[in-house]
T-cell receptor
Framework: SQQGEEDPQALSIQEGENATMNCSYKTSINNLQWYRQNSGRGLVHLIL?????REKHSGRLRVTLDTSKKSSSLLITASRAADTASYFCATDRNNDMRFGAGTRLTVKP | ETGVTQTPRHLVMGMTNKKSLKCEQHLGHNAMYWYKQSAKKPLELMFV???????ENNSVPSRFSPECPNSSHLFLHLHTLQPEDSALYLC????????????FGQGTRLTVV
């Protein structure tokens, strides 16, 4: 399916460490996006990477996209307790956006 | 604050009730979406509207009925729901076109008793 699947389901790290989350999908896409969700709230857009891009940075976030492997990764560097949230990848094809089940990140102070 | 407002934030309803969820955006977006989020499951895309026209109905049961009277408002009418319909219902909007991000509301936490 077009839907992204995140890995791992849950990740627990210490403040200051880096966190890496992965996403795999199965069909062609226009772009892949990463979102963050605090518990029980709406999703907030973090970063969008187009299908013809391989890497993108935004502050402490680094996203890679490998369309040959149909996979993406989100790296959060120098994590903070406030980064604790669920992170979702979304594959977008012609405004049809599909999400995975997310990775639950816990950053311990 | 994303500019997408959902009301109510919480709703408890019986299986025989009729209720409606409301979503509103004044961002000038022409695409609006309803998603269902259940615990530990992927977000399920329910309905998509482009320029007030429904373009996607992702095999959603007829007890969920969407309405899009204009490009700023989206409703989800609920009728004779089941307990398994309890979930967080999220509305989103986006500009039409490729490579655009979606803006989400805070969601309505629905509990069916």
């Amino acid at each position: 399916s077009q839907q992204g699947e995140e890995d791992p389901q849950a990740l627990s790290i210490q403040e200051g460490e880096n966190a890496t989350m992965n996403c795999s999908y199965k069909t062609s896409i226009n772009n892949l996006q990463w979102y963050r969700q605090n518990s029980g709230r709406g999703l907030v857009h973090l970063i969008l990477i187009r299908s013809n891009e391989r890497e993108k940075h935004s502050g402490r976030l680094r996203v890679t996209l490998d369309t040959s492997k149909k996979s993406s990764s989100l790296l959060i560097t120098a994590s903070r307790a406030a980064d604790t949230a669920s992170y979702f990848c979304a594959t977008d094809r012609n405004n049809d956006m599909r999400f995975g089940a997310g990775t639950r990140l816990t950053v311990k102070p | 604050e994303t500019g997408v407002t959902q009301t109510p934030r919480h709703l408890v309803m019986g299986m025989t009730n009729k209720k409606s969820l409301k979503c509103e955006q004044h961002l000038g977006h022409n695409a609006m979406y309803w998603y269902k989020q259940s615990a530990k499951k992927p977000l399920e895309l329910m309905f998509v509207y482009n320029f007030k026209e429904q373009t996607e109905n992702n095999s959603v049961p007829s007890r969920f009925s969407p309405e899009c009277p204009n490009s700023s408002h989206l409703f989800l009418h609920l009728h004779t729901l089941q307990p398994e319909d309890s979930a967080l219902y999220l509305c989103a909007s986006s500009p039409l076109g490729t490579n655009t991000e979606a803006f989400f509301g805070q969601g309505t936490r629905l509990t069916v008793v």
